[in-house]
């Protein structure tokens, strides 16, 4: 069987009160006891704040694909009138994507969302096949008409509507016995269609034991300085927090101590106003109460074991989950004896009339004043609150299920598939609101069923951000890994997704197939191809495999909305130097690089191009990012090194290459490969040189890329150097055909940079059989290992005798040799981020060589 679950309660304002408590818990406890059934978690994609947090909730209990997202119109709130057509063609949009589903069985968990906010829901507009059950949480403004439904008035019409939708729920689950029997009595359901699961308390809700430097700063925060009495909820009329008020006004002259009353819970501006004045009224003093406002679960289970005990005078509830709360943290606990209270409170002697200031005030005094009869309830209360269960709620709901599921005859899949869609249009098409749309409404309503019903036969994608390649290929390592990951992957493409490449720029929103740029870059001809907007679904991945911080900064909304509707996110980062190492890049290029951290971290993961980088990012991450999801992972992968597999640079080989070749050939040449950047460490290099030829040694040292930032004199000096042409060169932009020869004629590498995320010359230098003399740095240690010839210190000197001792040793054939460095294809490579960011059950072709660790 399979159970949708419409997850809006968790969704609205809701979800800072009981009914999102309530959703949270008791889907939790279905997804426990689902045993061999399947269950979906449907989203409101429109609530977009609410969806990941949700999404990290169930992480663990249920596969992500198990939780969908739809999407729909905004602004269709029904507490302002002009609203009516949208909420229609939304309530149709949203009963068209659960069908899609193809439940067996669909449950509602707050059926009465929606007025103040963008929810949206209705029972039997579309299909009325499949069985719909809601939760009957309590019938409180029908029943209390006076206080809640004003004739005429909007929320009026809302509920009463909802009412009617209530009434075609195929069964009812209730969260009481009181709200059962008010299902019965006053709409009429036969007692087999509603059954009561009741409530449970969540495990976090213990007694506890807390510091005395944390109790004293949550009260120093609050503005609580004595013993004090807690209530937690709402404010609304059936709350009586006025009557409570009075009444521990009156309580106060009948105890010697000074005690305070804390209200925790998110009341309005409104709400507050009234109650401070009517605690003026009763005579108390502006600190003798508390309006604590909204307050974190761990700050409210510290209030609830620290209270000196805890009341709940509400006149109507459907079950009344803060006091169950109060009792499992051990706290003493009376309650008004009306509706589901006393169900959950359990014990008549900590009841009272909430409708007599007296008896309450008179059952508040005898617990200040009598230490026995608090610690009584305390006892009773935490025996009590091992009566509910979240899962014995979620077994009795999933008997339900099964029992009007199997009430439905097994038949064809209905509507379905285009048959689904086409229906739907006819339906939005037939509204009499449907001429009043706009074009912009029309295009959204448009976007929301194609997103909502991608079609059947589509296969994931694997969109691959190239962003920066498309705009500049800046030649430098980044882009060479880009291409050549970028060509594997074209290639030889996974089993069961389809490979995009796409772009974005930081000035307009949206990634964009680059179709133009892939033909180019596989040397196919345009075709006259338009780069259009992409269109992600659900079990898509999108990895940003460029280095392109501003457009991704840029682009968050979009990636946001991208991961909500399912879409897999993940980064390939190279390094972290921007940030460790601010003072060689250009200003502002730390900020940049910073934010850009924090962006990709709120997504699935990020694969680093060594083990250095990662356990630099896990750093980074633990000082930077203290909220930060569970499920995220940082993992790494080695780049390949093979560069006749690299998607080659063939720039063609410079008139004057063969000239330059025979002079590196005719002595020992000593190569440098990177741009002309501060951190690559060239001026100390070529400084070491310098002072390597004063004292006779006759040695070339080429340097093979291009200028990059910050070294306007370095350039100069070298272009302008004696020796440049004889036994120094500086061959700027070359291809890797070029390059490739350049390395055959070359003695040594020398890898001198400060920084580095990985190190490519050094694995391509071992590929050449070429020895390696780098800087004592982490990352060149993890890809060298003792494959190479370290030197220490950063002073031309340093430099100079590490090239003395490291050519002795050549002379004697003791040097170390890069032939045992392990190196890996850039088809292993792919294969390695792709066991990464795939799901496993993905097939490859080929082995895997995966090196990764686990955040």
């Known amino acids: 069987m399979r159970i949708v679950i419409d997850m809006q309660g968790a969704q609205t304002e809701s979800r800072f009160r009981g009914i999102g408590r309530y959703t949270m818990d008791f889907v939790k406890a279905v997804v426990r006891n689902r045993g061999k059934h399947e269950v979906i978690l449907a989203l409101n994609g ?26 729909s119109l905004s602004g269709v709130k029904a507490c302002e009138g002009g609203n009516h057509g949208r909420r229609e063609v939304a309530e149709l949009i949203r009963e068209a994507f659960l069908l899609s589903l193809r439940p067996d069985v669909i449950h509602v968990c707050s059926l009465f969302e929606g007025y103040g906010d963008d929810a949206v829901t209705s029972i039997g507009r579309v299909d009325s096949s499949i069985p719909v059950t809601t939760t009957i949480h309590d019938l409180i403004p029908f029943l209390n008409p006076a206080h809640y439904l004003e004739p005429g008035h909007l929320f009026t019409d809302f509920y009463l509507d909802k009412l009617e939708s209530l009434k075609r729920s195929a069964a009812l689950l209730s969260i009481s016995e009181s709200s059962r029997e008010e299902a019965i009595k006053h709409l ?13 308390v969540n495990k976090c809700f213990r007694p506890i034991s807390l510091s005395d430097v944390y109790v004293s700063s949550l009260k120093r925060t609050l503005g609580i300085k004595n013993d004090f009495i807690l209530y937690s909820g709402g404010a609304d009329e059936r709350k009586n927090l006025k009557r409570l008020i009075y009444a521990f006004a009156r309580t106060l002259d009948g105890v010697r101590k000074s005690v305070q009353l804390v209200m925790a819970g998110k009341i309005s501006s409104g709400e507050r106003k009234q109650l401070r004045q ?9 600190h003798q109460l508390i309006m604590a406002g909204y307050v974190s679960d761990d700050e409210l289970i510290a209030l609830y074991n620290t209270c000196l005990f805890f009341v709940f005078p509400s006149w109507h509830e459907g079950f009344g989950l803060p006091p169950l709360e109060a009792m499992a943290c051990g706290a003493a606990v009376i309650g008004a004896d009306a509706t589901s209270i006393p169900e959950v409170i359990g014990l008549q002697e900590a009841l009272f009339d909430p409708f007599d200031v007296d008896s309450l005030s008179s059952l508040m005094v005898k617990i200040i004043n009598d230490e026995n009869f608090r610690h009584f309830l305390q006892k009773h209360g935490l025996r009590q609150a091992k009566n509910f269960s979240w899962d014995t709620a979620g077994r009795r709901a999933i008997r339900m299920f099964e029992r009007v599921a199997g009430k439905v005859k097994a038949a064809d899949d209905g509507l379905q598939g285009d048959m689904l869609v086409h229906s739907l249009v006819r339906s939005i098409a037939s509204l009499q609101c449907a001429m009043q749309f706009d074009v912009d409404e029309c295009a959204t309503i448009a976007s929301a069923i194609a997103i909502n ?31 050549s990951v970028l060509y594997e992957l074209l290639n030889n493409p996974p089993e069961a997704y389809d490979v995009h490449p796409v772009y974005a720029t930081s000035s307009v929103p949206g990634y964009r197939y680059a179709k133009k740029f892939t033909r180019q870059f596989l040397g196919l001809e345009d075709n006259g191809i338009e780069d259009i907007p992409i269109d992600p679904a659900m079990g898509d991945i999108f990895f940003g495999l460029d280095l392109q911080a501003n457009v991704v900064n840029a682009q968050m909304d979009i990636l946001k909305a991208m991961h909500r509707r399912g879409v897999q996110v993940y980064f390939l980062v190279h390094d972290l130097l921007p940030v460790t190492m601010p003072s060689v890049f250009a200003p502002g290029k730390d900020v940049a690089h910073a934010d850009w951290l924090k962006n990709i971290s709120q997504f699935d993961g990020v694969v680093c191009v060594s083990k250095t980088v990662a356990d630099e990012f896990k750093l980074w991450l633990g000082s930077n990012r203290k909220n930060l999801k569970s499920s995220f992972f940082v993992q790494w992968s080695h780049n390949g090194a093979d560069v006749e597999n690299s998607v080659p640079l063939r720039l063609g080989v410079d008139p004057e290459a063969d000239k330059v070749l025979s002079i590196l050939r005719s002595r020992l040449t000593f190569l440098a490969v990177g741009t002309l950047e501060p951190r690559k460490g060239h001026s100390q290099i070529l400084s070491a040189f310098e002072q390597l030829w004063r004292d006779g040694q006759d040695v070339n040292f080429v340097i093979v890329g291009k200028q990059g930032w910050m070294t306007e004199k370095l350039a100069a000096k070298i272009e302008s150097h004696p020796e440049i042409g004889k036994r120094l060169f500086w061959l700027k932009g070359i291809g890797d055909d070029y390059l490739e020869r350049v390395y055959e004629v070359s003695s040594c590498l020398i890898a001198g940079s400060l920084g580095e995320g990985f190190g490519l ?20 240690r993890e890809v060298a290992g003792e494959h190479a010839f370290f030197f220490h210190g950063k002073f031309p000197e340093d430099l100079a005798k590490a090239i003395k001792a490291w050519m002795a040793l050549y002379e004697e054939g003791h040097h170390p040799h890069s032939e045992g460095m392990k190196w890996i294809t850039w088809k292993e490579s792919t294969r390695n981020l792709l066991s990464i960011i795939l799901p496993s059950d993905v097939e490859f072709v080929g082995d895997s060589l995966t090196n990764h660790d686990v955040l």
């Open 188 to 200: 009429g359901v036969f007692p087999e269609n509603v059954i009561n699961t009741s409530e449970g």
């Open 46 to 71: 429109t609530l977009a704040d609410s969806v990941e947090p949700i999404r990290e909730a169930f992480g663990g209990l249920l596969p992500t694909s198990n939780i969908r997202v739809w999407e």
């Open 278 to 286: 009517f605690a003026l009224e009763a005579g108390l003093d502006q």
């Open 453 to 483: 019903h991608p079609a059947a036969d589509r296969k994931s994608i694997l969109y691959v951000d190239v962003s920066e390649l498309v705009r500049h290929d800046a030649r430098t390592g980044v882009q060479r890994v880009t291409r």
């Open 761 to 780: 010359p050094l694995i391509e230098a071992a590929h050449h059989k070429l020895p390696v003399i780098a800087r004592d740095i982490p990352v060149f």
